[in-house]
């Protein structure tokens, strides 16, 4: 069972930056990566997501603002969140998927709370 513990969010004023990680308790090379996001009365939706040959995308919201990246030999993600809006503000979940023999397994971390404000 992979953990996932998120780290580097935080406040930040509109149009700042930040810098999520994902570190991982096992090596991640064979999972497909994501982040998610839950603000409040909202629910969780997909922001990026990363597959084990690096290919990414990104919803439409965040598309040229965010980043996912990914380093298979320090098993971490990463999230590269520039020109942030304040409703970019949520809880960013990392989450890990991986198919074997046709049943996928999906693993969650607790998240870190992102806040846009001035």
């Known amino acids: 069972q992979v953990q996932l513990v998120e780290s580097g969010g935080g406040l930040a004023q509109p149009g700042g930056s930040l810098r999520l990680s994902c570190a991982a308790s096992?090596?991640?090379?064979?999972?497909?990566m994501g982040w998610y996001r839950q603000a409040p009365g909202k629910e969780r939706e997909l922001v990026a997501r990363?597959?084990?040959?690096?290919?990414?995308d990104y919803d439409d919201s965040v598309k040229g603002r965010f980043t996912i990246s990914r380093d298979n030999a320090k098993n971490t993600v990463f999230l590269q969140m520039n020109s942030l809006k304040p409703e970019d503000t949520a809880v960013y979940c990392c989450?890990?998927?991986?198919?074997?023999?046709?049943?996928?397994?999906?693993?969650w971390g607790q998240g870190t709370q992102v806040t846009v404000s001035a």
């Open positions: 096992q090596t991640i090379s064979s999972y497909n």
């Open positions: 989450n890990a998927e991986v198919t074997v023999f046709g049943r996928t397994r999906k693993y």
């Open positions: 990363i597959t084990t040959s690096s290919s990414a």
